[in-house]
């Protein structure tokens, strides 16, 4: 291969790397908590499978997961991606988000809890039709940063996500921030197995992460653990 191929062939992966990066950055993503009491929690379920079935269809729509808490069945997250803020305020004006939220709300022990976000550190651009493999467990993380340290806590949580793609058994790793509190921030992490789970949280780098962490944080590190309810 000559200097001239390689560099043009360099070039391009460059390019495109930045714009892959951009479009990442306009989109809008969305993480809410739903905890249905425990009476109600299948109905609950069958809901926020319907819902995930037609927000698919919805124009904008780049992912939309429903998952369930591991070892908390009442417990649901909703994991949202939209092409821009447009497409995501459409959705929720759609009249079967609506319908949902109203019929939902009855089933509640707790009020339906949605944070917008934006990317802070994500990986390749979205998939919304890629299946995600049996026994795939998601990490969903809620990272609070005193406000005086934020520029620290934001700079410690985007080098554990770069570090953390290249973990094994890692097949995402999204570091977002609430578009309302900007010292608060979600991880997003899909493993392919309890195995790689645990392999992650014993790993140098995360273990680093945790200790520079624990000076600067507004709350415990609150991870939960999910497998997609479909």
């Known amino acids: 291969m000559t200097l001239t191929v390689r560099f043009v062939l360099g070039f391009l992966c460059l390019t495109f790397g930045l714009v892959a990066a951009a479009q990442a950055a306009e989109y809008a993503y969305v993480v809410s908590y739903i905890e249905a009491m425990p009476s109600a929690r299948d109905k609950a379920?069958?809901?926020?499978?319907?819902l995930?079935?037609?927000?698919?269809?919805?124009?904008?729509?780049?992912?939309?997961?429903?998952?369930?808490?591991?070892?908390?069945?009442?417990?649901?997250?909703?994991?949202?991606?939209?092409?821009?803020?447009?497409?995501?305020?459409?959705?929720?004006?759609?009249?079967?988000?609506?319908?949902?939220?109203?019929?939902?709300?009855?089933?509640?022990?707790?009020?339906?809890?949605?944070?917008p976000h934006t990317g802070l550190s994500v990986g390749a651009a979205p998939e919304g039709k890629a299946a995600v493999a049996k026994?795939?467990?998601?990490?969903?993380?809620?990272?609070?940063?005193?406000?005086?340290?934020?520029?620290?806590?934001?700079?410690?949580?985007?080098?554990?996500?770069?570090?953390?793609?290249?973990?094994?058994?890692?097949?995402r790793f999204d570091a977002l921030t609430q578009t309302s509190r900007p010292n608060h921030m979600t991880l997003v992490e899909l493993w392919t197995d309890q195995k790689a789970v645990d392999a992650h949280g014993?790993?140098?780098?995360?273990?680093r992460f945790r200790g520079t962490l624990m000076p600067m944080s507004g709350s415990l590190f609150d991870q939960r653990l999910y497998r997609a309810l479909e």
């Not at 447009?86 to 319908?99: F, P, Q």
């Not at 998601?138 to 406000?147: E, G, K, Q, S």
């Not at 340290?149 to 890692?170: C, F, I, T």
């Open 45 to 50: 379920a069958g809901m926020i499978r319907q």
């Open 52 to 115: 995930a079935k037609a927000s698919r269809k919805d124009a904008g729509s780049v992912r939309f997961e429903a998952l369930q808490r591991i070892g908390h069945p009442g417990q649901f997250a909703i994991l949202e991606v939209w092409d821009g803020e447009k497409d995501r305020e459409a959705h929720a004006a759609a009249g079967h988000t609506k319908d949902f939220r109203e019929q939902l709300n009855p089933l509640l022990r707790a009020p339906y809890d949605e944070r």
């Open 202 to 207: 014993n790993a140098e780098h995360t273990r």
């Open 135 to 171: 026994g795939a467990i998601y990490a969903v993380t809620h990272v609070d940063i005193v406000p005086k340290l934020k520029d620290e806590g934001v700079a410690a949580v985007k080098q554990l996500s770069e570090a953390s793609r290249g973990d094994k058994g890692n097949l």
